[in-house]
């Protein structure tokens, strides 16, 4: 096993709820649903009820064999005594989903982006830093061994100080006009970069610090949202980082993710199923040349498998600082550094690519 990875708190192992803990789902989407039947797998955890406003929902979801109300409304959910909510709703319900759960002393779950703006982002995080139960953000890339371990050897010096970097997510999801809230800029915020490569951009803070100036351009090519993005980013750690992503691109069916990083001593890439590293000298238990560590040279911590680990790690960080544990790395304060990485692409795009500022 890769000796630097192994004491990464993502990947420490039987994590989970530290009590038993009542659990309801809020959106029956397809996050939602995923959510839905991780959380059942946890033998501390009880799914209680979910709540969504289409009727054709709540068929569909008992239709896979859970047995719980789907209510219309979130009020009755929380009648029925939920210690936690999984928000998994279009990203302008966010903030007043949220607030009514903490209100209620509701401990909360919302899937990225943090919200459709940076102004309900900033509002959601005021509220969660005065909130009585703990608020985080579904940022799952924060959980995958192969980028955890990665950051762990950047942070190690294994390549030495980084001079420039790659990064990419690829997605083949849009192939013609669509329909719905996700391609709709009020509703969801954005297109592929705040739908699919905002996990992107949080890998990209975590490895190389906030960026201070971004330049941006994007197409539309089926959408009303941006279908792909092409921007360089100025971060503390890594002076230039380009940046790439699109959903409208064949031969993706499942997203994949990739960081490159040029450093002083070799070079490092990184995707969803491994890591190569080239070492001018050994270092970190690796040898000088190429090395590949792929999924058996990582830790394997999740329990069980729901497409890949990450899902089952993030849900169950969530739950054990829900129920008294440590906080994870996925925090509205984290989410909201997002949201401000997502607000200067987006205003550098609209702008014709002219350089545009991080907001602090």
């Known amino acids: 096993m890769l000796a630097v ?17 009542r659990v309801g789902i809020a ?4 996050m939602g649903v995923a959510h839905a039947a991780v959380l059942s797998m946890f033998p501390a955890v009880t799914l209680v009820g979910a709540v969504d406003g289409q009727p054709s929902a709540g068929r569909r979801f008992h239709g896979l064999g859970f047995e719980v109300p789907v209510h219309r409304a979130l009020d009755a959910l929380l009648d029925d005594g939920v210690d936690a909510v999984w928000i998994c709703t279009p990203p302008d319900s966010h903030l007043p989903l949220a607030r009514r759960c903490l209100a209620r002393h509701v401990a909360v779950f919302v899937e990225k ?15 969660a830093r005065n909130a009585t139960r703990p608020v985080v953000c579904g940022y799952t890339l924060a959980f995958w061994p192969s980028f955890v371990a990665a950051r762990e050897l950047l942070r190690a010096g294994a390549i030495g100080a980084p001079r420039r970097a790659e990064s990419s997510m690829f997605l083949s999801q849009v192939s013609g006009p669509q329909r719905g809230w ?13 739908n699919v490569s905002s996990h ?12 201070t100036v971004v330049r941006a351009s994007w197409s539309r090519v089926h959408t009303a949202v941006e279908d792909e993005l092409r921007a360089t980013l100025a971060m503390p750690r890594c002076p230039e980082v380009t940046f790439h992503s699109s959903w409208a691109v064949p031969g993706y069916p499942l997203s994949m993710t990739t960081i490159a990083v040029e450093g002083a001593d070799g070079m490092l890439s990184v ?17 000088a040349g190429v090395s590949w560590i792929g999924e058996a040279a990582l830790p394997q911590p999740a329990r069980f498998l729901f497409n890949g680990e990450a899902y089952v790690l993030e849900d169950a960080h969530a739950l054990r600082w829900m129920t008294g544990g440590a906080p994870p790395p996925i925090t509205t304060d984290a989410a909201l550094d997002v949201q401000r990485i997502m607000h200067a692409l987006y205003a550098s795009a609209e702008n014709g690519g002219r350089p545009a500022t991080v907001p602090a």
């Open 5 to 21: 990875a192994a004491a990464a708190p993502e990947l420490e192992p039987d994590v989970g709820p530290l009590r038993p803990v």
């Open 27 to 30: 959106g029956l989407g397809r």
């Open 113 to 127: 982006p943090l919200a459709h703006s940076l102004e309900d982002a900033a509002a959601l995080t005021t509220l």
């Open 182 to 194: 996700m391609y709709d800029r009020a509703r969801s915020g954005g297109g592929v970069v705040a």
């Open 200 to 211: 992107l951009l949080f890998l990209l803070r975590a490895y190389f610090g906030m960026p």
């Open 271 to 287: 995707r969803n199923d491994g890591i190569r590293v080239e070492l001018r000298e050994a270092r970190l238990g690796l040898p």
